[in-house]
Nanobody, 126 residues
Framework: QVQLVESGGGLVQAGGSLRLACAASGRTFSNYPMGWFRQAPGKEREFVAAISWSGGSTYYADFVKARFTISRDDAKNTVYLQMTGLKPEDTAVYYC???????????????????WGQGTQVTVSS
């Protein structure tokens, strides 16, 4: 059974940092595109960042550029999201996602992803 488990969320003050991790189990996701999305209360799920199957290319939503960094460690079957300069508007549940497309293209929409974690809450206080 494929599982994606996020960790690292929590409460942080504005300007602070958090590092989210997404550990995959049940199969390897090396050579598969991975992404992070978030959903705030009353809002739709939105794209945050994605990383290509090789790790050589990364993509970010405009609102997180230069603040967030996505990376992957295929030896650990884990994807990370390093978040710095956090703002109250970054408050949301953050979800890890994986595309079931080996060597496939990276997606920017939720429908492009096949596996999802349960999410981890990030709360940024002002």
């Amino acid at each position: 059974q494929v599982q994606l488990v996020e960790s690292g969320g929590g409460l942080v003050q504005a300007g602070g940092s958090l590092r989210l991790a997404c550990a995959a189990s049940g199969r390897t996701f090396s050579n598969y595109p991975m992404g992070w999305f978030r959903q705030a209360p009353g809002k739709e799920r939105e794209f945050v960042a994605a990383i290509s199957w090789s790790g050589g290319s990364t993509y970010y939503a405009d609102f997180v550029k230069a603040r967030f960094t996505i990376s992957r460690d295929d030896a650990k079957n884990t994807v990370y999201l390093q978040m710095t300069g956090l703002k109250p508007e970054d408050t949301a549940v953050y979800y890890c996602a994986a595309r079931n497309s080996r060597f496939g293209s990276t997606g920017w929409t939720a429908v492009a992803y096949d596996y999802w974690g349960q999410g981890t809450q990030v709360t940024v206080s002002s």
